[in-house]
């Protein structure tokens, strides 16, 4: 059974009750030994980059290896359900994303319930993604695309890595909230998306921006706009897709989550160490050439993005009747 948002954010709030010289001592001693960092997916995409290049840093920090573990399957279910069954003890992490909100509400007989299973220790960063085209499509705004898609209804195709993706969710709350009819195509992954997205065959997509940059510069696709609520460094000429679409927004995510139950001590300090990285100036930039922007703050404060996040897109899903391949 499914926890209620507000069950969940007094969880993620909640510190147990411990003798203070005890939690000190145990935050002291964490890490002792080598830390699992669980990935949901193959090695080299968005999470596993971003799980390594916090997993360097806290090594570096902490004095212990943070080590990746990749464990795809069923759309990062698979690596959730590993964490949730470890001990409870700081030493298995789970790289959360968007994924974990979306699956949240898509999957209705997972093992495991992620608001009430896992405890949010940190955000890491938060990845915008950008409206395009095909060229051959005769819109060059977010306002003529939208009245292109309502004089055609059904005639243009949306295409998404897979059922479910952050991009195909991004794409979905668009078509809810403009009110047009595009027809989704689903791949088994962007690259096979991308080469028909270049030949003509589907004419609309939301993709991250650090893969599609390249063939927008090159003039092979066309950036209508991006998807969050003020414009980007990296593309300052493209609007938000909220200057036309009041209230549009959609990102990736990347975080940090732990089995529940896991010492408030341990949560806290794993926070701080991450939440100093975002205060070094090289990490910064790292992150800044990867595309990403800092999430930052407290275990309850990304407690509380997560439950935003996972009822947002519940609303998103019912309304599309989207169901898991």
Do not use: C
Request: hydrophobic letters at 45%.
């Amino acid at each position: 059974m499914k926890l209620p948002r507000r069950t969940f954010l007094h969880l993620a709030a909640g510190v147990a009750a411990l003798p203070a010289v005890s939690r000190i001592a145990r935050a002291q001693a964490y890490p002792a030994r080598p830390v699992r960092l669980i990935v949901g997916y193959a090695p080299g995409g968005v999470s596993d980059i971003y799980a390594r290049l916090m997993g360097q840093w806290l090594s570096e920090r902490l004095g212990k290896q943070f080590l990746v573990e990749n464990r795809p399957g069923t759309a990062g279910n698979l690596a959730a359900e590993v964490v949730v069954k470890s001990p409870p003890d700081g030493y298995t992490l789970l790289a959360l994303g968007s994924n974990n909100a979306i699956n949240f509400t898509l999957y209705d007989h997972l093992t495991f319930d992620l608001i009430r299973d896992i405890a949010p220790v940190a955000g890491l960063e938060r990845n915008p993604l950008v409206m395009e085209v095909n060229p051959s499509v005769p819109a060059r705004t977010v306002a003529e695309l939208i009245s292109y898609a309502k004089a055609n209804p059904g005639k243009l195709n949306m295409g998404s890595g897979g059922i479910g993706s952050t991009p195909h969710v991004a794409g979905e709350l668009f078509k809810m909230m403009a009110g047009v009819n595009m027809v989704h195509v689903p791949y088994r992954g962007t690259g096979a998306m991308f080469a028909d997205f270049l030949g003509g065959q589907v004419q609309v997509a939301f993709d991250n921006v650090p893969s599609s940059i390249g063939d927008i510069r090159a003039g092979q696709l066309r950036a209508l706009a991006v998807t969050t609520t003020t414009r980007l460094d990296v593309l300052p000429d493209i609007p938000t897709v909220g200057e036309s679409v009041p209230g549009y927004e959609a990102i990736g995510w990347t975080g940090i989550g732990a089995p529940r139950n896991t010492p408030p001590d341990v949560v806290d300090k794993l926070n701080k160490e991450i939440n100093a990285a975002f205060a070094d100036l090289k990490f910064r930039a790292r992150l800044a050439d990867l595309g990403g922007v800092a999430l930052t703050g407290s275990p309850s404060e990304f407690g509380t993005f997560i439950a935003d996040e996972t009822d947002k897109w519940a609303k998103v899903i019912k309304f599309a009747g989207i169901k898991p391949e």
